[in-house]
C-alpha cells in the first residue's frame, strides 16, 4: 500500500495568494483528518470526514479556511488568502473502523511545508 | 476544557536504559489512548493503543500503562537505542463507538544518547 499521498511537499508562497493542498487517503479508509502542526500549538485538527461527509470543522481557525472531499479517494484544504500565521506543516491522516469498531488509529501522511512570506 | 500534558522538556538518556515518558489529561474520559512516534520531517507513526479497559500493553521494547484512575498514561522504552531517537505523542480518543477524532499532545522528544 502506497499509504496517505499529500501534495505539495513544500508550498511557498505570498500572502494574499490562493493555496490549495491535496490528499489522497489509504484504499478502503472511510474517514479523513486534516491537521496543522506547528512548534508552538502542536498538533491541531483542523477538520475531518466519514464517508465523504465533514463531521466536525471546529478546528477551522477562519473562513479563509476550507475544505472538501468529492471521493473517498481525494481532499483538499484551501486557503484564500493566505497569511504569514497560516505558516505550518499541514497533514493528512486517514482511518477506517477494524472489526466493525473504530479504533481510531490514524495513518499520517508526510506533510506539506507551508510558508507564507 | 480538555487537556493532555506531556513532558514538554526533552528527555536525554543513555543507549540501554529505559525511557519512560508521560502524558497526563484532564476533563475526559478516553475509550482508548494511543501513543505514536514522529521524526523530524515526517508525520507521526502509530505505534501502539491501549483500551480504558486495559492496565498494561506490550510490544517488544515498548510498554505502555493507562491507569484511568490518575488519568495518565506511562510510555516505556526497554533498552533503549539511538534510532529510538524521536518525539512521541499521545492521543486520546472519544468513547466507543465514536466517529474517530483524536486529540493530540506536544509531545516530547526523546534523545538516546550512544
Redesign the interface.
Known sequence: DAGVIQSPRHEVTEMGQEVTLRCKPISGHNSLFWYRQTMMRGLELLIYFNNNVPIDDSGMPEDRFSAKMPNASFSTLKIQPSEPRDSAVYFCASSRPEGGVSTDTQYFGPGTRLTVL | SQKIEQNSEALNIQEGKTATLTCNYTNYSPA?L?WYRQDP??????LL?IRENEKEKRKERLKVTFDTTLKQSLFHITASQPADSATY?CAL??R????????????TTLQVKP
Do not use: A
Open positions: 482508548y494511543q520531517g515526517r508525520g507521526p507513526v502509530f493503543l505523542l480518543s472519544g466507543s463507538g465514536n466517529t474517530g477524532k483524536l486529540i493530540f499532545g506536544q509531545g
